[in-house]
């Protein structure tokens, strides 16, 4: 599975000001990628804010981050042109997961950002993305292997590979939805005002994965992992929950909610059909 991060900076502030700031960022990002097993795909830089894209491994994505924001923070304070402190990066970072199939239209999204932005007129154009990168035209930063990341798009890593993936990049169709994980439409219909019912939500979950009453929420047992991953599926995916709130109903952190869904969505996919099912009833019945 993918996965498309945002890093936004506090108050959405312009915080990526020029080339000394991005280099500062990917220096961060360097000194900070041995703690995890992710595989880079792609960046864009905006100004008041990050996109990423990864193929999601099996390390916590909350301790990388926490280090590579606070180097950057470190840096960013310290030149000499600024006299400034505290946090420079809102929160923790948002991480959606992304389908497989739908890889090359997340990198293109990334790729394209400054030619929506009005910045640039073609995505090769920009110094600011992963773009240039994969055509060779400037070297990557080290944590993106250019020629992995092409082979898993799909894309060779020579001439006529790296030509068509420009093109891709620059013509592919970025409305198409397939690329985006959509609410159920059944539960689409939820008041943005209505408040989740925690309780009732882990009662149902707990009731649909068959986990006993008295058993702990947090056990490795089969039957607590199916319903936490049940929980944060329907929560992140139908009732528009963030990790961090979805984290703290669960007890486990939102990087942990993010290694939960990554492994687990799949082998509960059809539970959670029935736990929507059964939310749809309760919601007709109040």
């Known amino acids: 599975m993918g996965a498309h991060t945002i890093s936004r900076f ?27 097993d992710w595989i880079w795909l792609s960046y864009a830089e905006m100004s008041s804010h990050v996109h990423y894209g990864h193929v ?23 030149r000499d042109d600024r006299e400034t402190l505290g946090p420079v990066f809102a929160q923790r970072p948002t991480i959606h997961p992304v389908p497989t199939r739908a890889l090359p239209r997340l990198v293109a999204y990334h790729h ?42 799909g894309f060779r890593d020579n001439a006529a590979g790296r030509r068509r993936f420009d ?19 059944e539960l689409a219909l939820r008041r943005e005002s209505a408040p989740v019912d925690w309780l ?7 009731q649909v994965a068959d986990l006993p009453a008295g058993e702990s929420l947090l056990s490795r047992r089969r039957g607590a992992v199916r319903t936490r991953a049940l929980v944060a599926l329907v929560a992140t995916r139908d009732l528009n929950q963030t990790y961090t709130v979805v984290g703290a109903q669960l007890g486990i952190l939102p990087g942990s909610v ?19 099912r059964r939310l749809i009833v309760d919601a007709a019945a109040e």
């Open 56 to 78: 999601a491994g099996s390390t916590n994505p909350d301790r990388f981050f926490r280090s590579a924001h606070t180097r950057f923070a470190g840096s960013y304070h310290g």
């Open 258 to 276: 993010f290694n939960l869904l990554h492994r687990n969505a799949a082998a509960v996919e059809g539970l959670a059909s029935e736990l929507r």
């Open 112 to 153: 394209r950002n400054p030619v929506e932005a009005g910045v640039v007129d073609r995505p090769r154009d920009s110094s600011w993305t992963s773009h240039r990168a994969y055509l060779r035209l400037e070297p990557p930063p080290p944590w993106l292997d250019v020629e992995r990341a092409l082979d898993i798009l």
């Open 200 to 206: 009732r939500l882990i009662d149902l979950a707990r």
């Open 10 to 36: 506090v108050d959405r502030r312009f915080c990526l000001v020029d080339d000394i700031d991005r280099q500062s960022l990917h220096r961060a990002i360097t000194l900070a990628d041995e703690r995890w």
């Open 167 to 185: 093109e891709f990049v620059t013509e592919v169709d970025l409305d198409a939805s397939e690329w985006v994980s959509e609410p159920a439409p």
